[in-house]
């Protein structure tokens, strides 16, 4: 058993001669290919887009040295690149450090392999023109408590990114002797927030430095943005906040 294991390994490692040096897509959540290369040969791990908040990061038992992001996993610029050269034999994991489905290996032989091979260009890169999916946006409650403790907006969402609400107090205004007050909206604040994939519950419309919440009947222009700077359309969201309750004079 141990002898055939032997002979197993050594045919594996020696299978991808004159390989070359070579290069990896990180695109759509996953790699584009699994790589084979000879000793001393590279492999090129490319950010086309359009996701490129993803790590490099090797694996024990031998390639844990290895780590693109050491710390926080940040978004690459579109086209940044992360270069390993290889010199042992072996077959080499790598995974994501935020998405356990983007992972690979690289498989190394045991010939020697030219150092300076072209690993060819890089792919196109995978430009994001498109906004979010955003198909219904609501709130939990629509007519909110004076206490300025808000409520929920739900939403889902394809893609990551930051949602936003611009709000707007619907005033009536007097338009003078014989004509019906006219409703204007008056900006009264604002409010940000991250979007993940999937469904979002994010707190809403609450009392804070950037929104006074004060009672009266609100329009809310809600909008979510990508990574990429693609922006929805606004969605619009009406609500109102009761007035504090005036306390009963007492009978005599």
């Known amino acids: 058993m141990a002898i055939a294991a032997t002979l197993l390994l050594s045919a594996l490692f020696a299978a991808p001669a004159n390989a070359g040096s070579t290069r990896v897509s990180v695109t759509d959540f996953r790699w584009s290919q699994m790589p084979q290369i000879d000793l001393g040969e590279s492999v ?125 107090r619907l005033v009536k205004k007097n338009r003078g002797k014989n004509r019906k007050p006219k409703t204007v909206r008056e900006f009264a604040g604002y409010q940000n927030w991250n979007n993940h994939v999937g469904n979002n519950k994010v707190r809403f419309a609450h009392r804070s430095s950037l929104f006074r919440a004060q009672p009266g009947k609100y329009v809310a222009l809600v909008t979510a943005t990508d990574e990429s700077a693609n922006t929805t359309p606004s969605v619009k969201l009406n609500f109102e906040i009761k007035a504090k309750p005036k306390k009963k004079k007492p009978r005599r």
């Open 44 to 168: 090129t791990w490319d950010w086309i887009g359009p996701d490129t908040q993803h790590s490099i990061t090797g694996q024990a038992p031998n390639a844990s040295q290895w780590d693109s992001d050491p710390g926080t996993v940040n978004a690459h610029p579109l086209g940044d690149s992360f270069r390993v050269t290889f010199n042992e034999p072996g077959v080499y994991e790598f995974i994501c450090r935020l998405h356990v489905s983007v992972r690979g290996t690289v498989t190394v032989s045991n010939v020697p392999g030219d150092p300076d091979s072209d690993p060819g260009p890089q792919a196109p890169l995978n430009l994001d023109l498109e906004p979010p999916y955003l198909p219904s946006v609501y709130l939990s409650q629509t007519v909110l408590g004076f206490k300025g403790s808000g409520t929920a907006v739900n939403f889902a969402i394809d893609e990551r990114g930051t949602g936003s609400a611009d709000f707007y």
